[in-house]
T-cell receptor
């Protein structure tokens, strides 16, 4: 059972565009939602994370929007650049559960110059 | 962010040999570390959870005798692929939990190890 569902599987945008990647979850006990960026041949790197007590978080060109009632959260990349081309994973975790993180299936983003 | 060092980055070995992969948390202590396997263009597949000083917890379908995990200190976990076969060829990634004060733990990943078994 996929605890976190992620879409789209792949995404192509022009430089300067705003790609949006969406994730949905069922378990309302999740209370921490990070996003990871992974380049080929490298491990995932923590990009930005949000907790359900806020609806939006911005760090540089990356923004997470969080909709608690819909149990959805999304990553927006402002002014996307070719260097943002990577695979992005959303995840969810909850405190006190053995610390397990549940990952989405990933989105391959390509930013065309 | 916190740094997790994973070595080696890539390894080629003959079928039947064993390979050890190290995962170190460089600037924090990690009671819990995770080992993942990742196939090309796919998501992370959790193999096992490694807790310092105790036996690792393996996910269903992962052979504990084949993938030996040792977490002897708060900064080091190792994964040994024993009697490797070509089907074990994959990208292996470790991660470590950094405990925050009164907040969720953050998960940091190593750079991965590409294993090729000939």
């Amino acid at each position: 059972q996929q605890q976190v569902k992620q879409s789209p599987q792949s995404l192509i945008v022009q430089k300067g565009g705003i790609p949006i990647i969406n994730c949905a979850y069922e378990n309302t006990a999740f209370d921490y939602f990070p996003w990871y960026q992974q380049f080929p041949g490298k491990g995932p790197a923590l990009l930005i994370a949000i907790r359900p007590d806020v609806s939006e978080k911005k760090e540089g060109r990356f923004t997470i929007s969080f909709n608690k009632s819909a149990k959805q959260f999304s990553l927006h990349i402002m002014d996307s650049q070719p260097g943002d081309s990577a695979t992005y994973f959303c995840a969810a975790s909850m405190r006190g559960t053995g610390n397990q993180f549940y990952f989405g299936t990933g989105t391959s983003l390509t930013v065309i110059p | 962010g916190a740094v997790v060092s994973q070595h080696p980055s890539w390894v080629i070995c003959k079928s039947g040999t064993s390979v050890k992969i190290e995962c170190r948390s460089l600037d924090f202590q990690a009671t819990t570390m995770f080992w993942y396997r990742q196939f090309p263009k796919q998501s992370l597949m959790l193999m096992a959870t490694s807790n310092e000083g105790s036996k690792a917890t393996y996910e269903q379908g992962v052979e504990k005798d084949k993938f030996l995990i040792n977490h002897a200190s708060l900064t080091l976990s190792t994964l040994t692929v024993t009697s490797a076969h070509p089907e074990d060829s994959s990208f292996y990634i470790c991660s470590a939990l950094s405990h925050g004060t009164g907040a969720n733990e953050k998960l940091f990943f190593g750079s991965g190890t590409q294993l090729s078994v000939l």
